[in-house]
């Protein structure tokens, strides 16, 4: 049994233990990291050599991590990590990891995090980043004679307090009892001399948001002018001075994550890109940073800005404003889903305590009256009234289910209700939030608020929260007077935003998308009703397998979900179909790598032995790694068995009044055993194509090797 590492204190990132010089993995990525995984774990770093090589390589399928130079750095969070590492291996034979000068790395780097990493051993590893982007670091280490030779270079770069005068690689390799120093503070710059500020940040936030940030400044000292950017990584950010900031010229924005606290770089002119634009080519965007300081067409960080890669970017064109859009509403189901899943699964979890019944209390009684100590009956009596409060007569609402578990089901009932009225205010306040910031937030709440008022549903909330967040974006670029800046996002935008947006919804929008919302539910019920149903569950099926997660499938989860409120037969139809295509791909791939593991990676065998739990637990999410490591077959595969599922759902009358949970909401299912079936029929074609495709594909690499 491994023993666990202390991370007490300051441990080492690395040791002698934990370097390979001149080694000879492979001619793959995937080797190269498994290696590096098997020397992470020998070293006692790991208790799980494949567990660590898997979470690396799933990593790096979702973007490639070699970067210009001939260096790689694969990192990932994990489990299986006991202590905060850093594996080396220096190639004999150099291996594609994707950089974007077409390089074959030599200098390999695996960054193992544990999955509680603490900030301490980010910002540990966060200098390594930035030392790989110095030439002399990366020559020496590719001519040092001895792995502890490469431990002092690496420990002087990343724990320099750990290296002792006079002492030893080993002594080098022990714990110190002292945290590392603060980096030193930056000189100002001189008075007339140019500034440009910024800030980087990347998905996982360890090593490309540093690199970025180091190759920009770098880039700046190059050209002999002041470039400071803001790391924001995992863990604490350390923040740029607010003086710096009110010093600077330009701005350069080099992230795939929304910059935190963009609204102190207002005003600025900006250059706005992904991380890897700045890792690639620093020189080029500084350069392009300088041009914009007097050119008074530049685009600038609007007022209250929060989003992502907003409105700042050199192609104005119209893909630069479809894309921010369908960011923007991604950003609303994102956030809308909480509400949807935590509201759903309660009126289920209702249901199943008190009956379906229970929805026929709603609104006629206040289960207030009733408490632990004095449980409702079977009977209820409700007293019919107009408007005017003019008594019309008395109806007797009986019910299968009494005292407690009626009591604490329709409690469950009532808390997913309420939930879910969220559901609009909460799509349309957060689209505007993605195009607006933070003051879109309140505008973007009141006309989904509106928008269910006049009957418009989803398609209002939608586009209340577009017409918002647009509105209250356009305010926020206005040039206006110092002393109304502070008022702007917290009185004037939020303000002028809902009065304006506000009145057009009412006025003119609000009867128009009630009456398109109104034909599509009857659309809707007719094409679940009649013939066509099967055809809408094939459309459903296809889009929610064709991306796993992405906008496709987010576009038809969003449309089963807004369709529970209704609470019709179809409707339950529809979520079913929705569920039930989405559970295929993890569990069709899980299938097909246990089956026949020799057309897989080891990594994927492995994620295979998770994914159909992924699978049962309704997170397509699950068969990504498959997908991304092979799209061309695995994708038309999935989307194959999606179909095949769908339609058989709506064909079989399986209803579901949970909105996620897969088979573990099976109690809020009609027809549990055509709800099974639809997915076995769904995971056999799938898992049957996959093998097949991976198979010809695998025959034919073998041809060709031959």
């Not at 050209?223 to 001075?241: M, N």
């Not at 690639?280 to 007022?303: E, Y």
């Not at 956030?335 to 199943?352: D, E, Q, R, S, T």
């Amino acid at each position: 049994m491994t023993e666990t590492i202390d991370t007490g204190g300051t441990a080492p990132l690395i040791t002698p233990e934990l370097v390979a010089l001149d080694a000879a993995p492979g001619s793959d990525k995937s080797d190269v990291i498994t290696h590096l995984a098997g020397v992470v774990a020998g070293a006692g770093r790991a208790d799980a050599p494949e567990g660590l090589a898997s979470d690396a390589l799933a990593r790096e399928a979702t973007a490639p991590t070699g970067i210009p130079g001939g260096i790689a750095i694969p990192h990932c969070r994990s489990e299986h990590v006991l202590a905060a590492s850093l594996g080396f291996a220096r190639l004999a034979e150099p291996v594609d990891f994707g950089a974007a000068d077409g390089q074959a790395a030599d200098l390999i780097f695996m960054i193992a995090a544990p999955a509680g990493a603490d900030d301490m051993h980010l910002k540990l590893l966060a200098k390594l980043a930035r030392g790989l982007m110095r030439a002399d670091f990366t020559d020496a280490l590719r001519s040092a004679g001895s792995a502890e030779e490469v431990v002092r270079m690496v420990t002087e770069q990343v724990q320099p307090e750990l290296l002792k005068e006079g002492a030893s690689a080993e002594e080098a390799s022990a714990p110190a009892a002292t945290p590392a120093p603060a980096a030193a503070p930056a000189v100002a710059p001189a008075g007339g001399e140019r500034v440009i500020v910024g800030a980087t940040s990347c998905p996982t936030g360890i090593a490309h948001t540093f690199m970025a940030a180091e190759a920009l400044e770098q880039a700046g000292a190059e050209r002999g002018i002041t470039v400071r950017i803001e790391g924001q990584g995992s863990g604490k950010i350390d923040a740029l001075d607010p003086e710096l900031i009110k010093r600077a010229d330009a701005v350069v924005f080099a992230h795939d994550l929304p910059i935190k606290g963009r609204e102190r770089f207002a005003g600025k002119p900006v250059i706005d890109v992904g991380v890897k634009a700045a890792v690639n080519d620093a020189g080029s965007l500084i350069d392009q940073a300088l041009a914009t300081i007097d050119d008074p067409a530049a685009q600038r960080v609007p007022a209250g800005a929060a989003g992502g890669q907003g409105a700042a970017e050199e192609d104005e064109g119209s893909v630069h404003w479809a894309r921010r859009l369908q960011r923007a509403v991604m950003t609303g189901v994102s956030y809308m889903i909480p509400f949807v899943a935590a509201g759903g699964l309660l009126i289920a979890l209702g249901f199943l305590l008190a009956g379906y019944d229970v929805a026929n209390l709603y609104g006629k009684f206040s289960i207030t009256d009733y408490s632990l100590t004095n449980l409702p009956g079977h009977e209820f009596v409700h007293t019919i009234t107009n408007s005017a409060g003019d008594v019309l007569g008395t109806e007797t609402i009986t019910l299968d289910r009494s005292g407690l578990p009626l009591y604490l089901g329709w409690a469950f009932f009532l808390l997913g209700k309420a939930a879910m009225g969220f559901l609009v205010p909460a799509l349309a306040g957060y689209i505007a939030f993605g195009l607006a910031g933070r003051p879109g937030i309140a505008p973007g709440f009141a006309m989904g608020v509106v928008a269910e008022a006049v009957g418009a549903g989803f398609i209002g909330g939608l586009i209340g929260g577009i017409l918002a967040g647009y509105f209250a974006a356009w305010l926020a670029g206005l040039g206006v007077p110092r002393w109304l800046r502070g008022l702007m996002p917290v009185v004037v935008i939020p303000l002028g935003t809902t009065l304006v947006v506000g009145g057009l919804m009412y006025l003119v929008l609000g009867r128009p998308l009630a009456s398109i919302m109104t034909g599509m539910q009857n659309g809707l019920t007719s094409m679940s009703e009649g013939g066509a149903s099967i055809l809408l569950g094939v459309i459903l099926g296809l889009m929610m397998c064709f991306d796993l997660g992405g906008p496709v499938n987010k576009a038809a989860y969003l449309f089963g979900t807004a369709g529970l409120a209704a609470n019709t037969t179809a409707s339950f139809e529809i979520m079913a179909a929705v569920m039930a295509s989405g559970m295929v791909p993890p569990l069709a791939v899980s299938v097909a790598s246990f089956l026949r593991p020799r057309l897989f990676t080891k990594a994927e065998v492995e994620n295979g032995r998770s994914a159909w739990l992924l699978g049962l637990s309704f997170i397509s999410e699950g068969a990504i790694p498959f997908a991304a490591a092979d799209p061309l077959r695995v994708i038309p595969a999935t989307m194959a068995g999606g179909a095949v599922t769908g339609a058989l759902t709506m064909a079989l009358h399986v209803g579901s009044r949970a909105p996620h949970g897969g088979l573990f909401v099976a109690f809020a299912i009609t027809n549990v055993v055509g709800f099974l079936l639809a997915i076995l029929a769904g995971v056999v074609v799938t898992s049957a194509l996959v093998v097949v495709l991976k198979g010809l594909g695998h025959r034919k690499a073998a041809a060709v090797a031959a």
